[in-house]
């Protein structure tokens, strides 16, 4: 009888998560203009509101994903990337640290960052080196 009751309940929560992730019209529609050729698409909302949907592009084995506000506006969207893809001064900067992984990240306003992991922590660059965070 617990083995069924808790596989009720697993079910529940699931069903729960399942209805939880799915974003408003408005940003479905939104993603699918900007990224008509996304696979495997998992969407998560952000504390603050906003969606985030991981995916992948066909031919591209790169991790990516894409944030959008609730009303379906694009805010950014993040690539990784290797480290000797990063620009110069930003590998510049990073010397000597243990670096975990890095990414570019292209905002709605036409500017590029670059976020390196660095001790649990991520760092944010613009492409001159300088630290942004």
Same mark, same amino acid.
């Given at each position: 009888?617990? !083995?069924? /009751?808790? @596989? *009720? %309940?697993? $079910? ?8 939880? $992730? ?5 940003? @479905? ?16 909302? =952000? !504390?603050?509101?906003?969606? &985030? $949907?991981?995916?992948? @592009?066909? #031919?591209?084995?790169? &991790? /990516?994903? $894409?944030?959008?506000?609730?009303? #379906?506006?694009?805010? =950014?969207?993040?690539?990784?990337? &290797?480290?000797? &893809? ?7 900067? @990073?010397? #000597? ?12 306003? *036409? ?20 630290? %942004?965070?």
């Amino acid at each position: 009888m617990k !083995k069924i /009751m808790l @596989l *009720g %309940l697993f $079910a529940l929560c699931s069903l729960a998560t399942a209805f939880a $992730a799915t974003p408003p019209e408005a940003v @479905l529609k939104a993603f699918k203009q900007k990224y008509p050729d996304a696979q495997d698409v998992d969407w998560s909302k =952000e !504390k603050n509101g906003e969606w &985030e $949907a991981e995916f992948e @592009l066909p #031919g591209n084995s790169k &991790e /990516m994903s $894409a944030t959008f506000s609730a009303d #379906g506006k694009w805010l =950014e969207t993040e690539t990784e990337i &290797e480290f000797s &893809e990063l620009p110069a001064p930003v590998r510049s900067a @990073l010397q #000597g640290k243990k670096v975990k992984e890095v990414a570019r990240i292209e905002k709605a306003d *036409g500017t590029t960052v670059y976020e390196a992991e660095v001790k649990r922590k991520d760092l944010l660059f613009d492409a001159s080196g300088k630290v %942004l965070n």
